[in-house]
């Protein structure tokens, strides 16, 4: 089935411990997003990625990166956690190119940070 | 500047009567508007999209939204609720931005009365 991967689902992390979250699509879009979603304050953009081998800065990038190697993969890496990064994570992607500019999103992935 | 204000935080409505959820947004472009919904533990799913065609939009499940310039509204409608529309609905404006850049409303949670 198309769409977008997210691994893993849930997570609980000791503060200051490195993690990886995972992003994967298989629909070709060419931008990719990671947002944050916290009770009270919706969706905040964290990163993106207009193409393979770019990325930019969103709302709140601080204490978070991200690579994109190639169209398919999107990971979001937090070098050592702290318990205001406990979130819900969501990817997405679009396909810019063809004006559908409609955002397509993963399950999500539930992170804890204690 | 580009802002989304969903006008209601949680809305209350008994199965089978018309649903109502309000969104009003600011852009200094010509807008790209959404809706999507939001299941418990769910990621986003697009109820609907508007584009500069037609100014009702329908969607998925019996929804539809009305896109009024001179109100610079956006308000999400359904005739008559069921409980699987219980929710949360989140209103999106995207603009092009280098890509296009997302802004999501706080939300709206639909709760449904048997």
């Known amino acids: 089935i198309a769409g977008i991967t997210q691994a893993p689902t849930s997570q609980i992390l000791a503060a200051g411990r490195r993690m990886t979250l995972r992003c994967t699509q298989d629909m070709r879009h060419n931008a990719m997003y990671w947002y944050r979603q916290d009770l009270g304050l919706g969706l905040r953009l964290i990163h993106y990625?207009?193409?393979?081998?770019?990325?930019g800065k969103g709302e709140v990038p601080d204490g978070y990166s991200v690579s994109r190697a190639n169209t398919d993969d999107f990971p979001l890496t937090l070098a050592s956690a702290v318990p205001s990064q406990t979130s819900v994570y969501f990817c997405?992607?679009?396909?810019?190119?063809?004006?559908?500019?409609?955002?397509?999103f993963g399950a999500g992935s539930r992170l804890t940070v204690l | 500047a580009q802002s989304v204000t969903q006008l209601d935080s949680h809305v209350s409505v008994s199965e089978g009567t018309p649903v109502l959820l309000r969104c009003n947004y600011s852009s200094s472009y010509s807008p790209s508007l959404f809706w999507y919904v939001q299941h418990p533990n769910k990621g986003l799913q697009l109820l609907l999209k508007y584009t500069s065609a037609a100014t009702l939009v329908k969607g998925i499940n019996g929804f539809e939204a009305e896109f009024k310039k001179s109100e610079t509204s956006f308000h999400l409608t359904k005739p008559s609720a069921h409980m699987s529309d219980a929710a949360e609905y989140f209103c999106?404006?995207?603009?092009?931005?280098?890509?296009?850049?997302?802004?999501f409303g706080t939300g709206t949670r639909l709760k449904v009365l048997a």
């Open positions: 997405a992607s679009s396909d810019v190119d063809s004006g559908a500019n409609v955002l397509t």
């Open positions: 990625s207009n193409t393979a081998g770019t990325t």
């Open positions: 999106v404006v995207s603009v092009p931005s280098g890509t296009y850049k997302y802004i």
